[in-house]
């Protein structure tokens, strides 16, 4: 924009600075993209059959063995609150839905509803709790120990200081935004009701971000892409423009 112009652009080809001026719909991760990236763990809340100290302690000793920005807010969570955590075997991570291992012999997850669903484990119980947490934007996760729900843990993400500005500037020049998450839908309209986003499109695998940008560009959109690069390469790679 040229205002409070940051150091560190690097465009890969002029071509790519040519499709740009004819883009018309920007679609953003948002976490790291729009947010700052650097979660903060809030809620801690366990079911009647658990305490929170078990409940962020058995969490926060699986998530040291995830490399997610929400893991980090977990770990973070416990450690401030002075708990030791051990160390997580047979540690699983699946990608966009969450994290699962033996932890002081227990075994935990923790994760999305398709994750528990997936495992075969009843989120219903946790539901009802989470609604209200992401209404206020937060990344509501559930915890399972030994195969049942345990709880749940809320973790907030800041929106960056320029992204309110950034979205206006680019509404001005015409363009569409579109944001694509793996958080729940809850979530990510909250945030996108906040920061006047158009258009919405949660609880998206990995993998089916791609196929988002395919049916934009298949309605005769030039899509240019934002995210972090990092689960987000083929998505950026398939739009016209990937920014990262
Ligand atoms: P985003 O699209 O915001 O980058 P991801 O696709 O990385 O999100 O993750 C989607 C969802 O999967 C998260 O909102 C969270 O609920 C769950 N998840 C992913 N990684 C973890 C983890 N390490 N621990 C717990 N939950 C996780
Ligand atoms: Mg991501």
Aim: glycine share 12%.
């Amino acid at each position: 924009t040229g205002r409070g112009a940051t150091a560190g652009v690097l465009i890969r080809n002029a071509e790519a600075l040519e499709i740009l001026a004819k883009v018309d719909v920007l679609v953003v991760d948002k976490t790291g993209t729009l947010t700052e990236g650097k979660p903060r763990l809030m809620t801690v809340a366990p079911l009647p059959n658990m305490t929170e100290i078990d409940l962020l302690r058995l969490a926060g000793g699986l998530e040291q063995s995830s490399e997610h920005p929400l893991a980090g807010a977990i770990v973070s969570g416990a450690r401030e609150k002075g708990f030791a955590l051990a160390g997580a075997k047979d540690f699983r991570s699946l990608t966009g839905k969450g994290v699962m291992g033996t932890v002081e012999g227990r075994s935990i997850a923790v994760g999305t509803r398709p994750l528990f669903n997936e495992l075969g484990i009843d989120a219903e119980s946790l539901v009802a709790q989470a609604e209200p947490l992401r209404q206020e934007g937060q990344t509501v996760m559930f915890v399972a120990i030994d195969g049942k729900p345990a709880g749940l843990l809320g973790v907030a993400d800041p929106v960056k200081a320029s992204t309110p500005e950034a979205i206006e500037l680019l509404h001005r020049e015409g363009l569409r935004i579109v944001m694509l998450t793996g958080d729940s839908k809850t979530t990510a309209q909250a945030v996108a009701r906040r920061l006047h986003i158009d258009d919405v499109h949660a609880e998206v695998l990995p993998e089916q971000k791609t196929a988002v940008i395919k049916q934009l560009q298949a309605e005769g959109h030039v899509v240019a892409m934002a995210g972090d690069g990092i689960n987000d390469a083929p998505a950026l790679a398939q739009a016209q423009v990937g920014i990262a």
